[in-house]
C-alpha cells in the first residue's frame, strides 16, 4: 500500500503563488510516475503536470509556463510551484502515483482557491 499527503494548498489572490507538496510512504517501488490532478466543482477531474521517476515532465496546455512539476525521489515528493495563479486555477488539486504494477493511488485532496 502507498499513502500520499498533500499539503500546500489554501487562499490566494489572483497573480500570487502556491506550493503544493506530496509525500509518498509505504511499499513504493523505484520506478513510479507521480503527478497532480485538480478537479473544479462540476467538472471532471483533469490532469495539471506529470513526470517520471526519470524526471520527464508533462504539463496540461492551461498551465504551461506557470506551473512547474518537479520530485525529490530520495524523498519521495513530488512538488507542484505554482505561479501567476487565476480564479480558474481555484480546484481540489489531488496527488497521483502509478506504481510498476500500474495501480493507481491517490492523495485526500487539498483545496486551492484563487480570488480576483
Known amino acids: 500500500q502507498v499513502q500520499l499527503v498533500e499539503s500546500g494548498g489554501g487562499l490566494v489572490q489572483a497573480g500570487g503563488s502556491l506550493r503544493l507538496s506530496c509525500a509518498a510512504s509505504?511499499?513504493?517501488?523505484?520506478?513510479?510516475?507521480m503527478g497532480w490532478y485538480r478537479q473544479a466543482p462540476g467538472k471532471q477531474r483533469e490532469v495539471v503536470a506529470t513526470?517520471?521517476?526519470?524526471?520527464?515532465?508533462n504539463y496540461a496546455d492551461s498551465v504551461k509556463g506557470r506551473f512547474t512539476i518537479s520530485r525529490d525521489n530520495a524523498k519521495n515528493t513530488v512538488y507542484l510551484q505554482m505561479n501567476s495563479m487565476k480564479p480558474e486555477d481555484t480546484a481540489v488539486y489531488y496527488c497521483?502515483?502509478?506504481?510498476?504494477?500500474?495501480?493507481?493511488?491517490w492523495g485526500q485532496g487539498t483545496k486551492v482557491t484563487v480570488s480576483s
Open positions: 513526470i517520471t521517476n526519470g524526471g520527464s515532465t
Open positions: 509505504g511499499s513504493i517501488f523505484s520506478r513510479n510516475a
Open positions: 497521483k502515483l502509478v506504481n510498476a504494477y500500474g495501480i493507481m493511488y
